[in-house]
Nanobody, 118 residues
Framework: QAQFVESGGGLVQPGGSLKLSCAAS????????MAWYRQAPGNDRELVAH???????YYRDPVRGRFTISKDNAKNTVYLQMNSLKPEDTAVYYC????????????WGQGTQVAVSS
């Protein structure tokens, strides 16, 4: 199993920006689709965005146009640039390798907390 270390979260005002990073163990970023997920208090974990091996991307409707997923194969790192943040983006953000539907391939890391509040 791969392991992931997420970082870059914090407290930001509405309209602000953050860039999250996900460092993966092993040389997997250039082989597998990678995804960012988030879990808000009281809610199920949900897919936010994914990026395929070839670099194709998908975004959940509420974040499309505001978030950008990217990756650096040489650094085994996936990024999530988040702009125009809203209070409803507040959640713990995780990365993982999607398997099917809501299933993922690996154990969850510790995540990184994003709080959007004035």
């Amino acid at each position: 199993q791969a392991q992931f270390v997420e970082s870059g979260g914090g407290l930001v005002q509405p309209g602000g920006s953050l860039k999250l990073s996900c460092a993966a163990s092993g040389d997997i970023i250039n082989i597998f689709t990678m995804a960012w997920y988030r879990q808000a208090p009281g809610n199920d974990r949900e897919l936010v965005a994914h990026i395929t091996r070839s670099g194709s991307t998908y975004y959940r409707d509420p974040v499309r146009g505001r978030f950008t997923i990217s990756k650096d194969n040489a650094k085994n790192t996936v990024y999530l640039q988040m702009n125009s943040l809203k209070p409803e983006d507040t959640a713990v953000y995780y990365c993982n390798r999607p398997l099917s539907g809501v299933l993922v391939r690996d154990s969850w890391g510790q995540g990184t907390q994003v709080a959007v509040s004035s």
